[in-house]
Structure formats: C-alpha cells, structure tokens
C-alpha cells in the first residue's frame, strides 16, 4: 500500500510540473500588448490566450507559485513596476 500511494504522489508530482510548464508555454507565447492592436484577429487570439492561462492557474490551484511564475512573465507588470 505504501508503494502505491508514492507512485501516485509521484504522478502528481510529475504531473504538477507538467502543467506548470504548460502554463510556462502559454505565458512566454502570450502577445501581453494584443489589447492595444488595432488587428482584430491578434485581438481574438489574445483573448483566447488570457483564458487559457487564467484556466491553467485554475487547475494549477493558483497557489503561490503560480501566481509568481505569472507575474515574472506578465510584461504589463513589469512596466508599471519600472
């Protein structure tokens, strides 16, 4: 029983890392300016993004470590903090 439930702590492990490289991906290819395009098309895809990055934090359960992962990579923020 023992070795099950560290196999399976294990997967949630690998499995947390996972997504939290997933949410990597999805932060470092997000257009962080598309609000400001004047091409509709760029907009639609930065809004399609956004979600599906607030989706991954959800999963991810928004713990520390995810919302600092996201506010290292948030552009926005690291002008108004300039």
Do not use: C, P
């Amino acid at each position: 029983m023992t070795k099950t439930k560290t196999t399976n702590n294990l997967n949630m492990d690998n499995s947390n890392n996972s997504n939290m490289e997933t949410l990597e991906n999805l932060l470092d290819n997000h257009d962080w300016f598309y609000s400001r395009s004047e091409d509709h098309r760029k907009w639609i895809n930065g809004i399609q993004s956004e979600e599906a990055i607030k989706d991954e934090m959800d999963r991810l359960g928004n713990t520390k470590e995810v919302i600092e992962l996201y506010e290292s990579k948030n552009k926005n923020l690291q002008i108004e903090n300039a």
